[in-house]
């Protein structure tokens, strides 16, 4: 309680003061301490706050060796209404009330500024829990390393980056849900692409632009999520994290998005956007390949059991009418019996006259 009340002073006099005046947050009042993280939550939250804290300790562990390590702990604040984190978000990190509003609808926000903010909402997310934490953190370690300027210039780069990052950490421990994740995002840009719904990744790098397209409906708002996706993961395949790194030092430079690529990859942003749209092609066809191919394997399978199976009672039948024709012999050939025609001619030839 004592904690609570000493960081209810502590934010209320270092809180950055905003146009609007920081509206009060419900302090959380328990907190579990792992090694990297400090989580603050409502008693009722207790399980979620479990889970958060494994999710956050394998992400911390995964995502070092590509993204680095936070500088510090992070504290992770997990709030009971839309309200009160949007008052969180806006008191802590100085959003205005439209962005807090939005993120706090949403349910997650990045670890900016060493803190990570989430709704209780997200215990219903089931296993896209730990992609949701996982891509939050991911943005954080972006934002420590090259600055802010990748979420405001180079947006998406900055959702894709966080989406991949999640997908290829999480993948060894968390096959089925990530592989199925994946296939989903990439069969979405591919309609995308077939319906010329994709937008231009230059239409897509100003976080106007970004909050823009979510605001207008929920395709397009997984459209431009799918094809960052889909974008980074390109970039990553194609040019190895150094080519992204060297990308994200041009924006962190101060270069737009467009000469950051021209200077890190050697190729002009919207020749990289048609080597993207290419991938998401060619992943798009692979995946209706291997449905077609799943398909054919099932009726090429159940034909072959067939076979076998209609085999297997044919060579029963034989058997049996084997069985048989021997039985009948041996009938035939025992005393006293007069069974067939060859048995009884041999008996008759033999009979004296
Ligand atoms: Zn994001």
Known sequence: MLIALAAALFHRVFAPSSAHAAPRILEPYAAIHTAHA????????????????????????????????????????????????????????????????????????PNTRSTMHLHARTKHWGPYLWHGVT??????????????????????????????????????????????????????????????????????????????????????????YAQAYAAARYLVERYGFDGLRRVLEGIEGGLPCQAAIAKGLGISLRGFDAASQAFIFRRGMAGLWMSRTAGLTLVGGSMVVAALLWLRTRRKGVKAREAVEAHRAVLASGPGYAVTGAARTARRRAAPK
Do not use: C
């Not at 604040?77 to 009330?97: Q, W």
């Open 38 to 109: 400090t989580l603050l939550y409502h008693p009722g939250n207790a399980e979620l706050a479990n889970t958060v804290a494994e999710v956050f300790e394998f992400a911390y562990a995964a995502l070092g060796p590509e993204l680095g390590y936070p500088k510090g702990k992070i504290t992770i604040r997990i709030y009971d209404s839309t309200e009160e984190m949007a008052a969180g978000l806006m008191a802590l990190l100085g959003y205005e009330r439209p962005k807090a509003e939005l993120i706090a609808m949403i349910g997650m926000s």
């Open 135 to 224: 891509h939050e953190y991911a943005h954080g370690l972006v934002e420590q390393g090259y600055g802010a300027g990748v979420a405001t210039s180079a947006r998406w780069l900055y959702e894709g980056l966080g989406d991949y990052a999640a997908e290829r950490t999480l993948k060894p421990k968390r096959r089925e849900f990530e592989t199925a994740w994946s296939r989903s995002r990439f069969r979405l840009a591919f309609k995308a692409l077939i319906r010329r719904d994709l937008f231009p990744l230059e239409r897509v790098t100003t976080e106007e632009q970004w909050l823009g397209n979510m605001a207008k409906n929920r395709y397009a708002w997984d459209v431009e």
